[in-house]
């Protein structure tokens, strides 16, 4: 079967094989997918995610050892998570609830490492518990996690001054940003930490995330290196790991074009070699591992046209995908059941939530849409369901697995009940 080429403005993205019109993922036709379980759902390809942890794995680790830390906000479904533990994968996580569905996933709590901001005294105490490794982000945390022991090897994030991203909302590493130990402060901390008595094994600096550039990463590397030095020359720590963060993008557009992870790793690698003494790396890709491995699917319910635009109105929104709505991320969208069919004309792709904001892709070329028609959102993996809510009352939705052409539920859809599975009604209120 012939790879389908997408076309919109000349840009071509990922193909998919195509099936007499019907796209084919993860060896299924996506509108049975669709027919399945319902939509909108979220459909994982399992060998896509595999290979891309395993490319990011071998680039850098042909080279040095490095550890990658998967960035588990990105997408935290147990099976997911399972997969990549299965492939021996860290983790990096961002909250006590990321650590323990981690645990729950069979990640040992060493291969969890922990990087909070603004991480309360009862967050620490859990952590503890879990014995994850704790990257502290603040002095203030330093103190507190004195207190509490000092018995844990432990790193520090920084500020770097540098910041990446696709967006300003998630540029972390600029100067003056709420996270990291401030540049200036970094020696005086690490110093502080050894007198506290702990054990100080790493750095670690994260510049924002889903940039295509090496530049960011070049730089936030020459910084961390700097700092290592310093820190061994005024404490006398020998620092064991230097971890450079997330942020490696994909691309979402067709004409954009994908980070080189072998020029990436063999920059990173021979800087780091030259400066310093670190043996190995740690890197924490959240969105380049589960990003292009998921598509949403959506069910076209509406067609409309209103003069100067004409609308794809499907069953997901905001509330299911709010990248687009909150960073005005572009998403590739594909009507899989006419996969091979020519455009007839622009639309917008539109949800069922209330409000004007609320798009999934706007003057899209597409055949002839209508009503049942099965609407494919490529790159749906990161950030998508994890950042899904239950706004307007609409319950989250389904996730699947696909395997070389067998499909498994790893999520059910939320029921209308459990929406109101937590609310109590004052029995004053009832009579
Ligand atoms: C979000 C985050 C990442 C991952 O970012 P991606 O762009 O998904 O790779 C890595 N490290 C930290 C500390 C983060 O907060």
């Given at each position: 079967?012939?790879?389908?080429?997408?076309?919109?403005?000349?840009?071509?993205?990922?193909?998919?094989?195509?099936?007499?019109?019907?796209?084919?993922?993860?060896?299924?036709?996506?509108?049975?997918?669709?027919?399945?379980?319902?939509?909108?759902?979220?459909?994982?390809?399992?060998?896509?995610?595999?290979?891309?942890?395993?490319?990011?794995?071998?680039?850098?680790?042909?080279?040095?050892?490095?550890?990658?830390?998967?960035?588990?906000?990105?997408?935290?479904?147990?099976?997911?998570?399972?997969?990549?533990?299965?492939?021996?994968?860290?983790?990096?996580?961002?909250?006590?609830?990321?650590?323990?569905?981690?645990?729950?996933?069979?990640?040992?709590?060493?291969?969890?490492?922990?990087?909070?901001?603004?991480?309360?005294?009862?967050?620490?105490?859990?952590?503890?518990?879990?014995?994850?490794?704790?990257?502290?982000?603040?002095?203030?945390?330093?103190?507190?996690?004195?207190?509490?022991?000092?018995?844990?090897?432990?790193?520090?994030?920084?500020?770097?001054?540098?910041?990446?991203?696709?967006s300003a909302k998630v540029m972390t590493?600029?100067?003056?940003?709420?996270?990291?130990?401030?540049?200036?402060?970094?020696?005086?901390?690490?110093?502080?930490?050894?007198?506290?008595?702990?054990?100080?094994?790493?750095?670690?600096?994260?510049?924002?995330?889903?940039?295509?550039?090496?530049?960011?990463?070049?730089?936030?590397?020459?910084?961390?290196?700097?700092?290592?030095?310093?820190?061994?020359?005024?404490?006398?720590?020998?620092?064991?790991?230097?971890?450079?963060?997330?942020?490696?993008?994909?691309?979402?557009?067709?004409?954009?074009?994908?980070?080189?992870?072998?020029?990436?790793?063999?920059?990173?690698?021979?800087t780091v070699r030259e400066e310093t003494?670190?043996?190995?790396?740690?890197?924490?890709?959240?969105?380049?591992?589960?990003?292009?491995?998921?598509?949403?699917?959506?069910?076209?319910?509406?067609?409309?046209?209103?003069?100067?635009?004409?609308?794809?109105?499907?069953?997901?929104?905001?509330?299911?995908?709010?990248?687009?709505?909150?960073?005005?991320?572009?998403?590739?969208?594909?009507?899989?059941?006419?996969?091979?069919?020519?455009?007839?004309?622009?639309?917008?792709?539109?949800?069922?939530?209330?409000?004007?904001?609320?798009?999934?892709?706007?003057?899209?070329?597409?055949?002839?849409?209508?009503?049942?028609?099965?609407?494919?959102?490529?790159?749906?993996g990161a950030y998508g369901f994890t950042?899904?809510?239950?706004?307007?009352?609409?319950?989250?939705?389904?996730?699947?697995?696909?395997?070389?052409?067998?499909?498994?539920?790893?999520?059910?859809?939320?029921?209308?009940?459990?929406?109101?599975?937590?609310?109590?009604?004052?029995?004053?209120?009832?009579?």
């Amino acid at each position: 079967m012939p790879a389908q080429q997408v076309h919109y403005g000349g840009m071509r993205v990922r193909d998919f094989e195509n099936d007499n019109g019907m796209m084919i993922f993860g060896g299924m036709r996506a509108a049975d997918i669709a027919d399945r379980f319902g939509t909108p759902v979220y459909v994982t390809d399992e060998q896509i995610l595999r290979g891309n942890y395993r490319r990011i794995h071998e680039a850098f680790n042909s080279r040095m050892p490095t550890e990658i830390h998967y960035a588990c906000k990105a997408n935290t479904n147990l099976a997911i998570l399972s997969i990549l533990n299965q492939e021996g994968s860290h983790i990096d996580a961002v909250s006590i609830g990321e650590v323990l569905t981690c645990l729950k996933a069979g990640f040992p709590a060493d291969r969890i490492m922990y990087t909070g901001v603004n991480v309360s005294d009862a967050e620490l105490k859990a952590l503890l518990e879990t014995g994850c490794r704790i990257n502290v982000d603040s002095e203030s945390e330093l103190e507190r996690l004195a207190k509490l022991t000092t018995d844990i090897p432990i790193s520090f994030r920084i500020t770097p001054g540098v910041a990446s991203g696709h967006s300003a909302k998630v540029m972390t590493g600029g100067k003056g940003a709420k996270f990291g130990i401030p540049y200036n402060r970094v020696v005086d901390v690490y110093a502080r930490a050894k007198d506290l008595g702990f054990d100080v094994k790493g750095i670690h600096a994260h510049t924002g995330s889903g940039g295509l550039s090496t530049e960011p990463f070049s730089e936030v590397v020459d910084v961390l290196c700097g700092l290592v030095n310093d820190i061994e020359a005024e404490t006398g720590i020998r620092l064991e790991f230097l971890d450079f963060g997330g942020g490696v993008g994909v691309p979402y557009k067709a004409q954009e074009e994908e980070i080189d992870l072998d020029e990436l790793a063999e920059e990173i690698v021979e800087t780091v070699r030259e400066e310093t003494s670190i043996k190995t790396l740690a890197l924490e890709p959240g969105r380049y591992i589960v990003c292009d491995s998921t598509i949403l699917l959506t069910r076209c319910v509406d067609v409309k046209d209103a003069g100067p635009k004409k609308y794809v109105g499907v069953d997901a929104g905001f509330n299911t995908l709010i990248r687009p709505a909150f960073y005005d991320s572009y998403h590739y969208v594909a009507i899989a059941n006419k996969f091979n069919r020519a455009c007839t004309a622009k639309y917008d792709v539109v949800g069922p939530i209330c409000e004007t904001g609320d798009y999934l892709a706007h003057d899209r070329a597409l055949p002839d849409p209508e009503e049942g028609d099965v609407v494919a959102v490529y790159n749906a993996g990161a950030y998508g369901f994890t950042m899904s809510s239950n706004y307007n009352s609409r319950p989250l939705c389904a996730e699947v697995l696909v395997n070389n052409g067998e499909a498994e539920l790893i999520r059910e859809a939320e029921s209308i009940e459990e929406l109101w599975r937590h609310q109590r009604i004052p029995e004053r209120l009832m009579r």
